[in-house]
């Protein structure tokens, strides 16, 4: 598994991904950030993956409530295609405005639930992602992996009232391969990837996230 460092030196914004498995609370976390930046006068595009534009919000649907049972290949496929139409009408075009992107999911949830969490690393599906990963060519400023016990997870989705979708509602080994694969993909990008204990309290959590935005803030000069 290769480290990808292919940052537009041009570009005005920073863009900011949040990753890890099911309920460590990526999207609040997300939210949350969003707020605090624009209370502090940045403009802040937030987003989703897979999602952001009408096609791929549709393929979001598809692959995580159609029971279309798709192969682990055509998976990858779908989720870069609606990645590649999020990224060149959304997130590029907000980058060059000078906004901060913040996306719930990116690179990194492919390369853990296909690469890993599927196809348990398997070299093909990786050398698959990474080569659509290159195609793409956008990569974020800086990643949070945030982190917790599987335990606690699994005790948070329990008590969610929404319907679970394909991921969540996979076997307990699943998930181990996937927290696995975070690891992998950290140790590969230490300098991108920022793990965060995502156990606390949101407040706390949103705390440890927002100390390294600042200093992000400061290096990139906004």
């Given at each position: 598994?290769?480290?990808?460092?292919?940052?537009?030196?041009?570009?005005?914004?920073?863009?900011?991904?949040?990753?890890?498995?099911?309920?460590?609370?990526?999207?609040?976390?997300?939210?949350?950030?969003?707020?605090?930046?624009?209370?502090?006068?940045?403009?802040?595009?937030?987003?989703?993956?897979?999602?952001?534009?009408?096609?791929?919000?549709?393929?979001?649907?598809?692959?995580?409530?159609?029971?279309?049972?798709?192969?682990?290949?055509?998976?990858?496929?779908?989720?870069?295609?609606?990645?590649?139409?999020?990224?060149?009408?959304?997130?590029?075009?907000?980058?060059?405005?000078?906004?901060?992107?913040?996306?719930?999911?990116?690179?990194?949830?492919?390369?853990?639930?296909?690469?890993?969490?599927?196809?348990?690393?398997?070299?093909?599906?990786?050398?698959?992602?990474?080569?659509?990963?290159?195609?793409?060519?956008?990569?974020?400023?800086?990643?949070?992996?945030?982190?917790?016990?599987?335990?606690?997870?699994?005790?948070?989705?329990?008590?969610?009232?929404?319907?679970?979708?394909?991921?969540?509602?996979?076997?307990?080994?699943?998930?181990?391969?996937?927290?696995?694969?975070?690891?992998?993909?950290?140790?590969?990008?230490?300098?991108?990837?920022?793990?965060?204990?995502?156990?606390?309290?949101?407040?706390?959590?949103q705390e440890q996230i927002?100390?390294h935005v600042k200093a992000?803030?400061?290096?990139?000069?906004?």
């Amino acid at each position: 598994m290769a480290s990808v460092n292919n940052i537009s030196k041009d570009r005005k914004g920073l863009f900011i991904t949040l990753e890890g498995g099911e309920g460590v609370g990526k999207s609040t976390q997300s939210r949350l950030l969003a707020e605090t930046l624009e209370k502090s006068g940045f403009k802040v595009y937030l987003t989703r993956e897979p999602g952001g534009t009408k096609g791929a919000e549709q393929l979001r649907e598809l692959l995580l409530f159609g029971g279309a049972n798709f192969s682990c290949y055509s998976e990858i496929l779908l989720h870069m295609a609606a990645r590649l139409d999020h990224v060149e009408k959304m997130i590029r075009p907000a980058l060059a405005e000078g906004k901060i992107v913040i996306c719930d999911r990116y690179h990194d949830s492919t390369l853990a639930y296909q690469g890993f969490g599927i196809k348990g690393g398997d070299k093909d599906a990786l050398a698959l992602i990474e080569t659509l990963r290159c195609f793409i060519n956008c990569e974020a400023d800086a990643t949070f992996w945030l982190d917790m016990a599987l335990e606690k997870t699994q005790e948070r989705l329990s008590k969610r009232g929404n319907p679970k979708d394909c991921y969540e509602r996979q076997e307990i080994s699943f998930h181990e391969r996937v927290k696995q694969g975070f690891e992998r993909i950290y140790q590969a990008e230490p300098k991108r990837i920022i793990p965060i204990d995502a156990s606390p309290c949101e407040e706390d959590v949103q705390e440890q996230i927002y100390h390294h935005v600042k200093a992000l803030l400061v290096r990139k000069k906004m």
